[in-house]
């Protein structure tokens, strides 16, 4: 069984272009065993301003469409407190987070859900701030 995730952005965007075939087909079994995906509205957000500034109006229709099938989860107010602790945390141990990966991080360790990233670099930061091995 497959454990209910979150899916960071790079993750989400890599499954609807479609170019990754080991990304296409770990996302099919997953939606076959839980019938969504879960993401945060910080994703939704990334997606959607990376589409306008392309100026892909036909494709942000069909994707908001799509996003809107699925479950997008918002943070709540407990979440950018953690995320401002964990981006500080970071900033003075030298690494620099941006706030959207702070959200979604602080979002998955609310809920308890593993986070599905390709950007491990900066989410094993979180975990070393957070004082939690890496995997």
């Known amino acids: 069984m497959i454990a209910r995730s979150i899916l ?3 993750i989400l965007s890599e499954y ?5 075939s080991i990304v ?3 996302a099919v079994r997953y939606a076959r065993e839980h019938g969504v995906f879960t993401f945060t509205t910080v994703t939704v957000y990334e997606i959607v301003y990376g589409l306008e500034l392309k ?4 494709q942000l229709r069909k994707m908001l ?3 809107n099938r699925n479950e997008p989860i918002t943070p709540v107010a407990d979440d950018y407190i ?10 003075k141990q030298g690494s620099i987070l941006e706030l959207p990966d ?3 991080a602080a979002v998955a360790v609310r809920l308890g859900r593993p986070l599905v990233t ?4 900066d989410f094993q930061a979180i975990q070393r701030d957070r004082g939690q091995p890496d995997d």
């Open 8 to 10: 960071d952005t790079d």
């Open 16 to 20: 609807l272009k479609g170019h990754d």
């Open 24 to 26: 296409a087909g770990r």
């Open 55 to 58: 100026g892909a109006a036909s």
């Open 65 to 67: 469409a799509w996003l």
């Open 82 to 91: 953690a995320a401002a602790t964990i981006r500080a945390t970071a900033r």
């Open 102 to 104: 702070c959200l979604i």
């Open 118 to 121: 390709g950007n491990t670099g």
